[in-house]
């Protein structure tokens, strides 16, 4: 049995997530046995890579200065994430950081 645990700091981004997968029908389900369910994951990364590179270049921030304010040392993983290169994409931790850093709502980086 494949489980998913998500762990926040913030209770209140539970029911968002919550939301997002019961509209994606995983009630009951894990991941991995849902039909179609890897491809609707990518498709929100798509949308949440997109989401944080239009906001994050109409505010005139560079991946460099994103990846920095993370912690990161280097770009290279920023940068990889964004663009949903050699398999990269940004975690639950990142999202919130983002969203911190561009100070948005967290929901502005999953909007269609």
Do not use: P, W
């Not at 998500?6 to 894990?30: Q, S």
């Not at 940068?79 to 561009?102: C, G, M, P, Q, V």
Request: no cysteine; aromatic share 8%.
């Amino acid at each position: 049995m494949n489980v998913l645990f998500i762990v926040l700091n913030d209770l209140a981004y539970l029911d968002e997530i919550l939301e997002e997968f019961v509209a994606l029908k995983v009630r009951g389900a894990t991941i991995s046995e849902s039909e179609g369910m890897e491809e609707e994951i990518k498709k929100i990364y798509r949308r949440i890579a997109k989401n944080i590179k239009d906001i994050r270049t109409s505010k005139k921030i560079s991946q460099e200065q994103m990846a920095l304010s993370m912690g990161f040392t280097t770009a290279t993983f920023y940068t990889n994430a964004e663009s949903l290169k050699r398999d990269k994409h940004f975690n639950l931790e990142h999202i919130i950081k983002i969203s911190k850093i561009l100070n948005i709502d967290i929901q502005e980086l999953f909007k269609e």
